[in-house]
T-cell receptor, first 113, second 114 residues
């Protein structure tokens, strides 16, 4: 799917444990994004990156951290997972030169028990 | 808070009918985009309309934008069962010099019955 891979695809974890989700792109795009999708809320931006080591918060960033040490990888970490973080997480990248439309990964279904 | 709000939340039609979905937003925008999401998949970009455009077509899709009312509509003509999906509007309200990001609405679930 146009060079964007999310891993894992599914994860079940326990409350209080750390979790890291990975987004990998082969397109060399500058912008990468993490969204979460929940029923009744649509997609909400968690964090995004506009370059290596350059990141910023979205509207629902509490409880999440990110890192981007190289262009192709954008990691989302839940330092201490809570049940409210049960969600589907999507990574997205800019897909064309005008840097406007986003291309999405297939998502990670995370369940925190 | 979310920028875009789609209406209706759910829409069920028969194959061959037209489907219209609406999106309202709150602040001024640079562009507005529509995405489709099939069940269990990521979102796929459909069409983009800029703030200085009023209407745009792509195949069976027609998008309109009314910046005075802060609203947009997506029309799918001659719908097919394969059009069954959730549809989201997304807005770019980034200001000059700020980084690019999109804000999504909650989506409209379209069901096209054979």
């Amino acid at each position: 799917d146009a060079g964007i891979t999310q891993s894992p695809r599914h994860k079940v974890t326990e409350t209080g444990t750390p979790v890291t989700l990975r987004c990998h792109q082969t397109e060399n795009h500058r912008y990468m994004y993490w969204y979460r999708q929940d029923p009744g809320h649509g997609l909400r931006l968690i964090h995004y990156s506009y370059g290596v080591k350059d990141t910023d918060k979205g509207e629902v960033s509490d409880g999440y951290s990110v890192s981007r040490s190289k262009t192709e990888d954008f990691l989302l970490t839940l330092e201490s997972a809570t049940s409210s973080q049960t969600s589907v997480y999507f990574c997205a990248i800019n897909s064309d030169r005008s840097n406007e439309k986003l291309f999405f990964g297939s998502g990670t279904q995370l369940s925190v028990l | 808070s979310q920028q875009g709000e789609e209406d209706p939340q759910a829409l069920s039609i028969q194959e061959g009918e037209n489907a219209t979905m609406n999106c309202s937003y709150k602040t001024s925008i640079n562009n507005l985009q529509w995405y489709r999401q099939n069940s269990g998949r990521g979102l796929v970009h459909l069409i983009l309309i800029r703030s200085n455009e009023r209407e745009k077509h792509s195949g069976r899709l027609r998008v309109t934008l009314d910046t005075s009312k802060k609203s947009s509509s997506l029309l799918i003509t001659a719908s097919r069962a394969a059009d069954t999906a959730s549809y989201f509007c997304a807005t770019d309200d980034s200001r000059g010099g700020s980084n690019y990001k999109l804000t999504f609405g909650k989506g409209t679930l379209l069901t096209v019955n054979p």
